[in-house]
């Protein structure tokens, strides 16, 4: 099955980022697709069944822990790994992440080495 | 250089692809791309090779338009679309290359804030740096404006100086140290003449740690291949210095405070050590404070305690034959005695009075017993050590009684005292002044008896009751003797009951028994000089004869 990595962010210049850091794997077959706000994310999602999304947790429209919690809890789309992304010191947020169903938590700004490392855990690459 | 080759440009779904294509068919062109090798990737199976035209990439063909001869406007496009999308690869690895450093800054900040003191800080700092930046060896050097040297509170890796040689060039050290400069050495003879750096370091890289208004000192790495270390080392080497540099300065400042704080708590414990001196820490817990600070005017408590006074009889004819200065030294000398011995029983001096002591025993009134008679055997000592330097001797009366007090702060607002104020001092110094009436040396009223719980341990004699001026109640005053030379001891034991029947018939008037008794006290014991006394008055009583209502009772003048 085609390998797909979602990335959630309102900001383009970190969509960018992480897209620029998981470049490689592209080569490996790894198509990359991006959404800047949760409501975008939560159709793309349904639609395309990506086995790895970051996700950030603040943004417009629907913040990345509500869409956590529909994923998880609500559709029970228990392939999709989901990793949420938050601002330092909102420490807070590792709590409600766990509560809403995040598979793991970073935050930003992020370390390039962990997001690819991580990448690569999840699809097996 | 990042890996961009024609075929991942057209393979994903982007607007390269469909600009291309719909390029293509406005042209309605025939035309098919390939890569370098001429391997189909896009475009007419049908592959014609009519027109050919490369499609390059900085100065390489990376793949080929083969088709009519619209082909030529397909294969500007390409390179065209081909050279933004290096570009934008190229500015996005750049943006990404900041993006780590933003993050190795958070991350350093973070451990930097587990730290406040200067070497834990240079041990974060010299680690993170080796971690980051390839070196055999680093070390932080700081300058210590206290003792005007160069420490190394942390370095990592082999010793990059040799410390033995340091001691002797450490201007060389020195110059990188407080150059206050960051740089890249690659020639270093410098350091090798003056010996302190080892043969396989190759290059060294250092940034200055400082801050507004000084240089600190340098972190400083070495790297054993020649040329090893780039421009991008050294940002990051000052990036690191940067944070490095205030995190230390506060600690350092941290520590001075500390420090400083410390110092004036000391000076305020030592005012505190020297207040107690003349107000004595009693007095204030007695008045339930801690520090002399607390005190107030108009603060007061009662207490019941035991007072003594103590005085040298005749002082006044004594002091007339010295000098001021003679006089000044030889109250100083009797109270350097006297003190010490009152402290020792768990007494406390209230004050010096001239030649007078007044001291309080809120504890127990056998200690100023045992007190009273320690301090006149101090004083015999010191007559034996006078009679030897042909200096004059001197008698000590003292006098004790129990009762209620009350200590207090007297005074107005500007000016305070620490004060006592009771009958019970009033009638402590009249007993004391009565010693010289009854010629003995201690004596102590039946209040402070009361509270003696073992009054037999003590060689008392009763001696009558005495009365003050004015007032009803009378207080029974007994003498105690167990200071008296040891020979006077022993022969007041043996007369004790003689005595003391003495004294019966001497209460009850009946003075010739009176008589008898001391005289027979005053043969068997010839400096009794108390016996003496009541032999005398006994004698004068019976011959002039006492009033009816005579009932033995002293009356207690003023002094």
Redesign the interface.
């Known amino acids: 099955m085609e390998q797909k990595i979602l990335i959630v962010d309102d900001e383009p ?1 970190i969509r ?2 992480i ?3 998981l ?1 490689e794997l ?2 490996e077959g790894v198509e990359f697709l991006t959404a800047e706000n949760g409501e975008i994310a939560l159709e793309i999602i349904q639609e395309e069944n990506p086995q790895l999304v970051f996700l950030d947790v603040m943004m417009p429209k629907m913040n990345g822990m509500e869409v956590c919690r529909k994923v998880k809890k609500e559709l029970a789309l228990n392939d999709v790994f989901i990793v949420l992304l938050t601002a ?1 010191g909102q420490e807070l947020d590792r709590q409600k992440g766990n509560e809403v169903g995040a598979d793991v938590y970073m935050t930003k ?4 080495e962990a997001i690819l490392g991580k990448a690569r855990e999840v699809l097996g690459l | 250089m ?2 961009l080759t024609l075929k ?1 440009i057209l393979s994903k779904k982007n607007d390269t692809e469909a600009l291309m294509h719909s390029l293509i068919n406005e042209m309605k062109a025939h035309v098919s791309i390939t890569d370098e090798k001429h391997n189909y990737l896009s475009g007419n199976k049908e592959i014609i090779t009519q027109h050919e035209h490369p499609i390059k990439l900085q100065e390489e063909i990376i793949g080929w338009v083969k088709g009519d001869e619209k082909s030529n406007y397909v294969a500007s496009l390409l390179t065209l679309l081909m050279q933004k999308e290096f570009e934008r ?1 190229n500015l ?2 750049e ?2 290359t900041l ?2 450093e ?2 190795m800054v ?2 350093f900040s973070d451990k930097l804030a587990q730290a406040i003191d200067p070497v834990s800080i240079a041990e974060i700092t010299v680690n993170e740096a080796m971690h980051l930046i390839r070196a055999t060896s680093g070390v932080v050097v700081l300058w210590d404006e206290n003792n005007k040297q160069l420490q190394i509170p942390a370095t990592v890796g082999e010793d990059l100086f040799s410390k033995k040689n340091l001691a002797s060039h450490a201007d060389v050290l020195l110059k990188i140290g407080l150059s206050g400069q960051s740089d890249i050495m690659n020639d270093l003879t410098a350091l090798r003449d003056a010996g302190i750096i080892d043969a396989k370091i190759q290059t060294v890289i250092y940034a200055a740690l400082k801050v507004k208004h000084r240089i600190m000192g340098a972190i400083i790495l070495a790297g054993d291949k020649p040329m090893q270390y780039a421009a991008s080392d050294l940002k990051f080497l000052t990036t690191l210095a940067l944070q490095s540099s205030s995190a230390i300065e506060s600690a350092l400042l941290y520590e001075k405070n500390i420090r400083e704080a410390l110092e004036r708590e000391e000076a305020i414990r030592r005012v505190y050590e020297v207040t107690a001196k003349f107000v004595p820490y009693e007095f204030i817990g007695s008045l339930g404070y801690k520090v002399i600070t607390d005190v107030k005017l108009g603060d007061q408590v009662e207490k019941n305690v035991t007072v003594l006074f103590t005085d040298i009889r005749d002082y006044t004819s004594l002091s007339e034959q010295m000098t001021p200065e003679e006089n000044f030294q030889f109250v100083s000398s009797y109270n350097e005695r006297m003190g010490p011995i009152i402290r020792k029983h768990k007494g406390f001096i209230n004050q010096y009075l001239g030649d007078a002591i007044m001291a309080l025993f809120p504890e127990s009134a056998e200690a100023s017993l045992i007190a009273a008679i320690e301090m006149q055997r101090n004083i015999h000592a010191f007559n034996a050590l006078q009679k030897t330097k042909n200096l004059p001797t001197i008698k000590m009366g003292i006098g004790m009684h129990t009762g209620p007090l009350i200590m207090g702060i007297t005074g107005d607002k500007d000016r305070l005292d620490a004060t006592t104020i009771s009958d019970t001092v009033n009638t402590a110094s009249r007993i004391e002044s009565l010693t010289k009436h009854y010629k003995a040396s201690i004596l102590l009223s039946e209040k402070t008896l009361q509270q003696i719980q073992h009054p037999e341990n003590f060689h008392l004699r009763y001696l009558g009751k005495v009365q003050v001026k004015g007032r009803h109640s009378s207080i029974g005053i007994y003498e105690c003797f167990g200071s008296d030379e040891e020979e006077q001891v022993i022969k007041k034991d043996e007369t004790l009951a003689l005595f003391n029947e003495g004294i019966h018939h001497y209460l009850n008037k009946s003075f010739t028994g009176a008589i008898k008794c001391f005289l027979s006290v005053t043969e068997i014991n010839t400096e009794d000089s108390t016996a003496q006394f009541f032999l005398d008055h006994s004698m004068r009583c019976l011959q002039k004869g006492v009033p009816e209502n005579w009932s033995g009772v002293v009356e207690m003048i003023n002094k």
């Open positions: 210049h960018m980022l897209e620029q850091t470049e592209e080569d330092k700004p992020f370390d390039p | 990042p890996r991942h690869k996005g690895n943006v990404l993006y780590q933003v993050n958070f991350n």
